[in-house]
């Protein structure tokens, strides 16, 4: 392993591996991020987000998510109390080495953004049994 | 002889209706950020509340109207995940919550629903027949 790989993981183990872009219209997202011996999990909450509105975008080694909030309230409503902030959803992560970023997979369900980063072969973690 | 209608000053006073639903909108037990965020909305027959809630199924979420308040409490269950799984980052709110609204005596509390979708619960509060909005037109 080169000493660059090396540090990536270093960071990747911190969580230095979540970038919060801080752009005033968009919403940050909380984050969950775990490590399976076969994969990086990402999951964020993003409810009330429009289906068919969030887009997880991979490039140059960072992955982005972007959301917009389906409209909260009818017309012809009187908003009384508003503490639900913000009309769209956006985060970014800067990716490890050692990931298989063409089969990244991910599922939207009860407002919660499952993304799915599977390890490139040589990075998943294997036990080995002694014949 | 006077006559009192209590029932029907909050149709003449729409601030102080307001200001019912939202005194004493919640006993916070947990520091402020740990609740979730909610918007009360008014509409001509009834209020919406309106809870983030994500990650959350309906079977999490216990809704009751209690001595005049209507008091919602939900639990996130964690995720499971292989033997092995590290966790590098964890923001997400997985304690138990409880939120505590005034109902204002305009609520008709046999008549509330609510629904959850995507993460948002949206709790119905029908107005009573006397606080709806009506016309009355000269004979």
């Known amino acids: 392993?080169?000493?660059?790989?090396?540090?990536?993981?270093?960071?990747?183990?911190?969580?230095?591996?979540a970038v919060r872009e801080s752009r005033e219209e968009f919403i940050t997202p909380a984050?969950?991020?775990?490590?399976?011996?076969?994969?990086?999990?990402?999951?964020?909450?993003?409810?009330?987000?429009?289906?068919d509105g969030i887009q997880v975008n991979v490039e140059a080694e960072?992955?982005?998510?972007?959301?917009?909030?389906?409209k909260l309230h009818a017309e012809k409503t009187n908003v009384l109390y508003h503490e639900i902030a913000g009309k769209s959803y956006y985060r970014m992560f800067n990716l490890t080495a050692g990931i298989?970023?063409?089969?990244i997979e991910a599922e939207f369900q009860d407002g919660v953004l499952s993304v799915t980063i599977p390890k490139s072969e040589r990075m998943t973690t294997k036990e080995i049994r002694i014949q | 002889m006077i006559v009192h209608f209590p029932q029907m000053s909050p149709v003449f006073?729409?601030?102080?209706?307001?200001?019912?639903?939202f005194s004493n909108l919640s006993r916070r037990t947990h520091p402020v950020s740990d609740l979730p965020a909610v918007d009360v909305a008014e509409r001509e027959h009834s209020y919406d509340l309106v809870v983030e809630l994500p990650g959350m199924k309906k079977e999490d979420i216990r809704i009751s109207v209690e001595k005049g308040t209507l008091v919602v409490r939900a639990e996130r269950k964690q995720y499971g995940f292989p033997e092995g799984t590290k966790v590098l980052l964890h923001e997400t709110n997985t304690r138990p919550f409880e939120?505590?609204?005034?109902?204002?005596?305009?609520?008709?509390?046999n008549g509330i629903s609510a629904e959850m979708k995507d993460g948002i619960?949206?709790?119905?509060?029908?107005?009573?027949?006397?606080?709806?909005?009506?016309?009355?037109?000269?004979?």
């Not at chain 2, 939120?99 to 509390?109: E, H, I, Y």
């Not at chain 2, 949206?122 to 037109?137: G, Y």
Request: zero cysteines; aromatic letters at 4%; hydrophobic letters at 40%.
């Open chain 1, 100 to 103: 298989a970023s063409d089969r």
């Open chain 2, 13 to 21: 006073d729409l601030d102080r209706t307001a200001n019912e639903f």
């Open chain 1, 62 to 70: 960072r992955l982005s998510i972007k959301g917009r909030l389906e």
């Open chain 2, 121 to 139: 619960l949206r709790i119905q509060l029908p107005k009573t027949e006397l606080a709806r909005p009506r016309e009355i037109k000269v004979q």
């Open chain 1, 31 to 51: 984050a969950d991020i775990f490590e399976t011996p076969i994969a990086f999990v990402l999951r964020l909450d993003l409810p009330g987000a429009a289906r």
């Open chain 2, 99 to 109: 939120r505590v609204f005034q109902l204002p005596d305009a609520v008709d509390v």
């Open chain 1, 1 to 17: 392993m080169t000493k660059n790989n090396d540090d990536a993981l270093v960071r990747h183990g911190s969580n230095a591996l």
